[in-house]
C-alpha cells in the first residue's frame, strides 16, 4: 500500500509540474474564462505539420551543434604543440565537453515536446501549447555556453 501511495504522490508532483510548465485552467492567465467543451476539439491538420515543424527545427539546432562539436575533435589534431594553432587542444576538448552534453539536452527537450503536444493532439484535450520556459531555457544555455567557450579561448591564446 505505501508503494501505491508514493506512486499517487509522484504522479501529483509529476502533474504539478507540467501544469505549472505548460499551463491548465489553474496556472495560465485567463484560463478560468474559457467554457468548458461539450465537443471534442478539432484539430486541423495544419496542427500536427506545425508540431513536426517544430521538432525539426529543434533537432537542426542540436545537430548543429553536435556536429561542430564533432568537427573540433576531428580537426583538432594529434600534437600537443600549440605553437602552430590558435588554441591548444585542451581547450578543444573542453569546447567539445561542453557542445555535447547541450546538444544532447536539446535533443531530450525536442523530443519530449512533441511528445507532449503529439499526445494534447491525439486525444482532442485543450492544451496550452505555448512553451514560455524551455525555448528561453535553451536560449540563456547556449548563451553561457558561448561566453564560457569564448572566455577560455582568450584565456588559452593570451596565456
Same mark, same amino acid.
Do not use: C, H, N
Given at each position: 500500500m505505501a508503494l501505491n501511495n508514493n506512486n499517487s504522490s509522484t504522479k501529483l508532483v509529476t502533474n504539478y509540474v507540467f501544469d505549472k510548465l505548460y499551463g491548465?485552467?489553474?496556472? *495560465? !492567465?485567463?484560463?478560468?474564462? !474559457?467554457?468548458?467543451?461539450?465537443?471534442?476539439?478539432?484539430?486541423?491538420p495544419k496542427s500536427y505539420f506545425a508540431n513536426e515543424r517544430t521538432f525539426l527545427s529543434w533537432m537542426g539546432m542540436a545537430i548543429t551543434l553536435g556536429g561542430v562539436s564533432s568537427a573540433l575533435v576531428g580537426f583538432s589534431?594529434? &600534437?600537443e604543440d600549440t605553437t602552430e594553432h590558435l588554441i591548444s587542444k585542451r581547450t578543444i576538448d573542453v569546447i567539445t565537453c561542453i557542445y555535447s552534453p547541450? &546538444?544532447?539536452?536539446?535533443?531530450?527537450?525536442?523530443?519530449? *515536446?512533441?511528445?507532449?503536444?503529439?499526445?494534447?493532439?491525439? *486525444?482532442?484535450?485543450?492544451?496550452?501549447?505555448d512553451d514560455r520556459v524551455g525555448p528561453i531555457t535553451v536560449a540563456v544555455l547556449v548563451l553561457l555556453t558561448l561566453l564560457t567557450i569564448f572566455v577560455i579561448a582568450i584565456i588559452d591564446y593570451l596565456f
Open positions: 491548465t485552467k489553474q496556472f *495560465t !492567465q485567463g484560463a478560468e474564462l !474559457q467554457l468548458p467543451r461539450k465537443v471534442p476539439m478539432r484539430v486541423e589534431g594529434d &600534437s547541450l &546538444s544532447i539536452l536539446i535533443m531530450g527537450y525536442a523530443l519530449f *515536446t512533441y511528445e507532449w503536444r503529439s499526445k494534447f493532439m491525439r *486525444t482532442k484535450q485543450i492544451g496550452f501549447f
